[in-house]
């Protein structure tokens, strides 16, 4: 069993930064990828970043401003988030992978795929 914990969120004004941090506990080594979606009431959950390894994949919105990375050693990812705009309020979520898929941008779109999800941090950006 994998277990996530996210940290970091809270509110910020437009074109201020955040950064996400989502501890990983239990069997890490079952992980091959590891995810940030974001939900806002009403709409799906959407992607953001995944990351394995070296290789990272954004949804276009953020790209050049979110960056995703992960420190293997404190079984920690990261989501440092720039040039906040308020469309990027929601509720942001950690979530790890451990089955055996091709990696590829199409994980943002499939939420499913992904079985270890944490609770969710929240972030507010006002304008």
Same mark, same amino acid.
């Given at each position: 069993?994998?277990?996530?914990?996210?940290?970091?969120?809270? @509110?910020?004004?437009?074109?201020?930064?955040?950064?996400?941090?989502?501890?990983?506990?239990?069997?890490?080594?079952?992980?091959?990828?590891?995810?940030?979606?974001?939900?806002?009431?009403? &709409?799906?959950?959407?992607?953001?970043?995944?990351? =394995?390894?070296?290789?990272?994949?954004?949804? !276009?919105?953020? &790209?050049?401003?979110?960056?995703?990375?992960? !420190?293997?050693? &404190?079984?920690?990812?990261?989501?440092?988030?720039?040039?906040?705009?308020?469309? !990027?309020?929601?509720?942001?979520?950690?979530?790890? &992978?451990? @089955?055996? !898929?091709?990696?590829?941008?199409?994980?943002?779109?499939?939420?499913?795929?992904?079985?270890?999800?944490?609770?969710?941090? =929240?972030?507010?950006?006002?304008?």
């Amino acid at each position: 069993q994998v277990q996530l914990v996210e940290f970091g969120g809270g @509110s910020v004004q437009a074109g201020g930064s955040l950064r996400l941090a989502c501890a990983v506990s239990g069997y890490t080594d079952s992980i091959n990828a590891m995810a940030w979606f974001r939900q806002v009431p009403g &709409k799906e959950r959407e992607g953001v970043a995944v990351i =394995h390894g070296i290789q990272a994949y954004y949804i !276009d919105p953020v &790209k050049g401003r979110f960056t995703i990375s992960q !420190d293997n050693a &404190k079984n920690t990812v990261y989501l440092q988030m720039n040039s906040l705009e308020p469309e !990027d309020t929601g509720t942001y979520y950690c979530a790890a &992978k451990s @089955s055996f !898929d091709w990696f590829g941008p199409w994980l943002l779109t499939r939420p499913g795929v992904f079985a270890y999800w944490g609770q969710g941090t =929240h972030i507010t950006v006002s304008s």
